[in-house]
């Protein structure tokens, strides 16, 4: 009789990565969702990232992302990390740039697992790593008229 652990469900799939793009168009959790779909998943956990209305006490007004040129190839490599790491079914990524209102999405992050906690660990370790590591910066103006730079890295 096989083991739990020795189903190949249970095990990462071949090719876990199904979508890591950066856009400049509105992004869709349905896309992102849909993306991971994977039979033999029995946790999805999803994260999304939306452009608030406020930071550090300031009231923001408006903001834009920008990105260095190797910004997706360096998604696509913490996406790898994070399949290796985890027995990732599915991962999906998007990060939105260009100008944003407050409630735009602006990043998307998906990982199907086996189960429910590895699925939510990998997408943890999927959007920090994102987070700190992607050359993605963020330009905020804020209602008192002052501005600021955030790098992602």
């Known amino acids: 009789m096989a ?3 020795d189903h190949p469900g249970e095990q990462a799939a071949q090719d876990p990565i199904r979508l890591v793009a950066i856009r400049d168009t509105p992004l869709s959790v349905d896309e992102v969702f849909t993306a991971v779909g994977d039979d033999a998943a029995g946790g999805t956990a999803l994260f999304v990232g939306t452009v608030r209305s406020h930071d550090g006490g300031a009231d923001v007004d408006k903001l834009g ?3 260095h040129p190797t910004a997706e190839a360096e998604m696509r490599r913490i996406a790898e990390e994070v399949a290796a790491r ?4 599915a991962l999906a990524a998007v990060h939105r740039v260009g100008d944003l209102a407050v409630g735009d ?3 998307v ?3 199907s697992c086996p189960h429910r906690g590895e699925a939510f ?3 943890r370790k999927l959007i920090d ?3 700190h590591q992607v050359p993605i910066w963020k330009h905020q103006t804020f209602s008192d008229g002052t501005e600021e730079w955030v790098g992602a890295c």
């Open 105 to 107: 999405l602006a990043v």
């Open 86 to 89: 985890f027995p990732v079914r």
């Open 65 to 67: 992302y920008s990105c």
């Open 129 to 131: 790593d994102l987070k």
């Open 121 to 123: 660990e990998a997408c």
């Open 3 to 5: 083991r739990r652990n």
């Open 109 to 111: 992050v998906a990982v």
